[in-house]
C-alpha cells in the first residue's frame, strides 16, 4: 500500500519524500486531535478501582 501511494506521488524523489513526510504528519495529527480524545472517552482506562 505504502509503495503504491509514494509510486503515484508527483514529482521527483525529493518531493515525494516529502510529501510523504507531510501526508504522515497530517495523519498523526488528525488521529491526535480528533481519534485518540474520542476513543478515550469510550474506554476508561485511567479509572482506578482502588478506593
Known amino acids: ?22 501526508l504522515l504528519a497530517g495523519a498523526l495529527f488528525l488521529l491526535a486531535e480528533f481519534v485518540f480524545p474520542w476513543l478515550a472517552d469510550l474506554t476508561h482506562l485511567t479509572d482506578s478501582t482502588v478506593g
Open 1 to 22: 500500500m505504502y509503495l503504491w501511494l509514494f509510486q503515484h506521488l508527483p514529482g521527483p524523489l525529493w518531493l515525494r519524500i516529502l510529501l510523504s513526510a507531510a
